[in-house]
């Protein structure tokens, strides 16, 4: 079965980092594009960052250009969000999510930000 596991999230002050993991299982990871999305409470679910399956060509939302980072290890079935210059409204639960054909999205990490 495929399953994706975020991890890494957690309660931080503004302006500091925090660096997301998810690993995958079930799927051949190095095919695969992925991405992390984010929801807050009452928002809708925005794309943050992605990345194509081999790691050389990113794309993230105008929110974090500069402050994120998405990355990957094949070797590893991992992708990684690097958080650093932390704001409120960067509160959210962020999700890893497989592109291309088939979609598949974790459970999700909870990230908070406030002081």
């Known amino acids: 079965q495929v399953q994706l596991v975020e991890s890494g999230g957690g309660l931080v002050q503004p302006g500091g980092s925090l660096r997301l993991s998810c690993v995958a299982s079930?799927?051949?990871?190095?095919?695969?594009?992925m991405a992390w999305y984010r929801q807050a409470p009452g928002k809708q679910r925005e794309l943050v960052a992605g990345?194509?399956?081999?790691?050389?060509?990113?794309r993230y939302a105008d929110s974090v250009k500069g402050r994120f980072t998405i990355s990957r290890d094949n070797a590893k079935n991992t992708v990684y969000l690097q958080m650093n210059s932390l704001k409120p409204e960067d509160t959210a639960v962020y999700y890893c999510?497989?592109?291309?054909?088939?979609?598949?999205w974790g459970q999700g990490t909870q990230v908070t930000v406030s002081s």
């Open positions: 079930g799927i051949i990871f190095m095919f695969y594009p």
């Open positions: 999510k497989t592109d291309g054909t088939n979609t598949y």
């Open positions: 990345i194509d399956s081999g790691g050389s060509t990113t």
